[in-house]
């Protein structure tokens, strides 16, 4: 039947016309039908004003700086992510912000071991032997994860070389040891994945391959923005999101994300510009829905050695005197998220 009506255009030019028409308009609107597939799949992680409720936990880093700390838990804000070491000072610390309700994200990385991060030959067997110090240390924290930028060659210490497989050895080491003391916790892997490169993204496609999958209840991702900052980056933020999502199947956290107010490396900046960045980036997050978690980067201010990039919502030296205009934005996305 298709056949002979083909036919029987061919043969009268009106209807020939009529067919020729009919095709460029379905091929128009095919065309127009994938487009719209394509900008809703966007506009699902754009952000969008009126936003009543936040779907997710938002969190801020912190790097044992006492009074930005309880200046932030006196405010509201519980969760935090740091570092852990086995330090009685860092213990004694941890321990009181938890009597008045903090929540930590742990890492366990090189500052876990002993000698911190100047500690270039520990080996497996250490590591292990930390971790299990860490977890009956802290029997309150039940979120962990695992390393930090375990790609950037000033964090490949000892053990945790830059090979993909010795950091699934890390991965699964330290996951069997936190199971036996809190078979509930939540381990968190990749320890902070960047957005951007290829060859990284590879490398973690070979920890995943390994087997990591079995130990990992969600993976982190640590993203800041080219500079200077526009909202059209988000796009590009999302392939790359929705990429490491496509590889583990597992929810995301963004352990990292940030963007100094003041640098004195890079012109431009300003607290304005930085709080923004903030507020456009959460509701960003809280549009895709495997993103579970958003910690920015940082609590306090004057971070990040010589170049004194200014991360933080609160000036280090003064935070009850000067928080910046992102702290103000902050706390009432933080009283939105489900982490209030």
């Known amino acids: 039947m298709m056949h002979f009506l083909i036919g029987f255009a061919f043969t009268n030019k009106n209807l020939y016309k009529q067919f020729k028409l009919m095709k460029k308009h379905f091929l128009l609107l095919l065309s127009f039908a994938i487009l719209i597939v394509a900008s809703i799949a966007y506009l699902l992680a754009k952000p969008q004003a009126n936003q009543n409720k936040l779907d997710f936990f938002a969190g801020v880093c912190t790097h044992g700086n006492k009074?930005?700390?309880?200046?932030?838990?006196?405010h509201g804000v519980?969760?935090?992510?740091?570092?852990?070491?086995?330090?009685n000072s860092q213990i004694t610390l941890l321990d009181e912000e938890h009597t008045l309700g903090a929540n930590y994200l742990g890492i366990l990385d090189y500052s876990t071991l002993p000698g911190g991060i100047s500690n270039k030959n520990w080996s497996l067997n250490q590591w292990n032997q930390s971790i299990e110090e860490a977890v009956k240390n802290y029997p309150w924290i039940n979120?962990?994860?695992?390393?930090n930028e375990p790609y950037v060659s000033m964090f490949q210490t000892g053990f945790a070389n830059g090979s993909a497989y010795n950091y699934y050895l890390l991965i699964e080491s330290a996951t069997k040891i936190i199971r036996k003391y809190q078979p509930n916790a939540t381990i968190v892997c990749f320890g902070?994945?960047?957005?951007?490169?290829?060859s990284i993204f590879s490398w973690y496609k070979e920890v995943w391959n390994y087997g990591a999958g079995k130990y990992c209840n969600a993976i982190s991702l640590h993203i800041y923005p080219s500079l200077p900052f526009s909202s059209n980056q988000f796009g590009y933020w999302y392939a790359w999101i929705n990429a490491y999502e496509n590889m583990?199947?597992?929810p995301i956290w963004?352990?990292?994300?940030?963007m100094p107010s003041s640098s004195l490396a890079i012109q431009g900046l300003s607290q304005g510009e930085q709080n923004y960045f903030l507020v456009n980036s959460f509701l960003f997050f809280s549009k895709i829905p495997y993103i579970k978690r958003a910690y920015w980067y940082d609590l306090w201010g004057l971070s990040d050695g010589q170049e004194e990039n200014n991360f933080g919502l609160l000036n280090l030296t003064n935070p009850q005197g000067k928080p910046s205009e992102a702290w103000y934005s902050f706390l009432q996305i933080y009283n939105e998220s489900l982490s209030a």
């Open 67 to 74: 009074s930005s700390e309880m200046f932030a838990i006196e």
């Open 78 to 87: 519980k969760y935090f992510r740091t570092d852990i070491s086995n330090s």
């Open 143 to 147: 979120t962990w994860e695992i390393w």
């Open 192 to 198: 902070g994945a960047p957005i951007g490169s290829d």
């Open 248 to 250: 583990t199947n597992k």
């Open 254 to 258: 963004i352990t990292e994300f940030g």
